[in-house]
């Protein structure tokens, strides 16, 4: 049985009617942004990202080398900074951690035109394309040679597998010299993923990493909030990105938006339009940030995994986005012939957020993952 929360659905049809005129907005409003108020006072210094130096007011497209070792190629990580006039965080945004993952990808390479460095306050960080090996290989969670997932691969290694090598640069180079952190995400090319939402730790990192994160999770505007649950002992247990980052005492926050390889406005714009809105909310652009009156708050998440390899078979009377309650039959797994396996149902009740939306299923696959809905 499901229960469609009209509210819901609400929240997602009026932010797909007003998302183009948010996006015309955005480009007016930015580059008329002065000065954000409250900056810091003194000389704004050059800054240095590995062999990249930026004068205060520039903006520089380069790259950080991932040198060859192992007798792999090496390979390199597309960024953009852009670094203010007047003082301010450090902001860094992920896209691309994984590679197939491509609304992240795509509201980066807008970004950059929509703001002036000569008037934002503070330094942004963009990371295009994290994962190079898995974005040219076309390839799902895992990098193509290593098989390795870079979001299960920090603080990764400097001497380490293709993977580990990228986390490592990523760490030294990108988290760390953060005031704070994003790392973009969408469902992958197997998943669908609805509604959009940005995520933050609520117990990692201590109180004031925590609230920071919470800060900027909710200053990003989407109309649904994550918690994680979970802390970490040391940044070697911290494998997530943004779990390494709260680990390293740097507020950070996830974002999901996007399914199914898929491009389109619906999923892009509002990335593009929270990185803005965080942005206002640490003072680097004027103005305040575009917010939901009242946002969906995910509390805690339940998921199934498989316990079989075979072919997936998501039921046809549900979608994400749909609230169901728990015993909720989600779909199938069959063998290679056909013959049913299990039955996926429902483990809790709550906003059906991920549902795996192609055949292919091997065992341990987080084939269905429920938000249960609680409160900010
Ligand atoms: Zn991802």
Do not use: C
């Amino acid at each position: 049985m499901i229960l469609r929360r009209s509210f819901i659905r609400w929240f997602l049809d009026s932010t797909r009617h007003s998302l183009r005129s948010i996006v015309i907005g955005i480009v007016s409003l930015v580059n008329i942004a002065a000065i954000a108020q409250g900056s810091n006072t003194g000389e704004v210094t050059p800054f240095e990202l590995a062999n990249l130096l930026v004068e205060p007011g520039e903006i520089v497209r380069g790259e950080i080398t991932i040198n060859p070792v192992n007798g792999d190629t090496g390979t390199f990580i597309p960024v953009t900074v852009l670094h203010g006039k007047q003082n301010g965080p450090v902001l860094s945004l992920i896209a691309g951690i994984h590679g197939s993952e491509y609304s992240p990808i795509l509201s980066m390479q807008q970004l950059p035109s929509l703001l002036d460095p000569s008037q934002m306050a503070g330094t942004l960080v963009i990371v295009h394309i994290a994962n190079m090996p898995a974005f040219t290989g076309r390839t799902v969670y895992f990098g193509p040679t290593d098989l390795k997932n870079l979001n299960r691969s920090f603080p990764g290694d400097s001497s380490g597998t293709i993977t580990e090598r990228i986390a490592y640069a990523l760490t030294t180079h990108v988290i760390k010299p953060a005031d704070y952190l994003i790392d973009i995400h969408s469902g992958d090319a197997n998943e669908s993923l609805r509604p959009s939402y940005s995520a933050y730790y609520a117990e990692a990192g201590g109180a004031d990493v925590v609230s920071q994160s919470k800060r900027i999770a909710v200053a990003f505007g989407l109309e649904t909030v994550v918690q994680f649950a979970g802390s970490y002992d040391s940044v070697d247990d911290a494998i997530y990105t943004s779990a390494q980052a709260v680990t390293l005492g740097i507020p950070a926050m996830d974002v999901e938006s996007g399914e199914l390889g898929i491009i389109d406005d619906k999923y892009i714009n509002p990335i593009t339009k929270g990185a803005l809105n965080v942005m206002r909310e640490l003072g680097m652009v004027q103005g305040q940030p575009d917010l939901p009156e009242n946002p969906l708050f995910i509390a805690d998440r339940a998921r199934v995994y498989s316990e079989h390899d075979g072919i997936w078979y998501a039921d046809p009377l549900v979608s994400t986005g749909d609230y169901v309650t728990e015993g909720t039959k989600l779909g199938m797994i069959t063998d290679y012939l056909g013959r049913e396996l299990e039955t996926i149902t429902a483990p809790a009740s709550g906003v059906l957020l991920i549902l795996f939306g192609t055949p292919p299923v091997n065992e341990g696959d987080a084939v269905v993952v429920i938000g249960e809905i609680g409160e900010l």
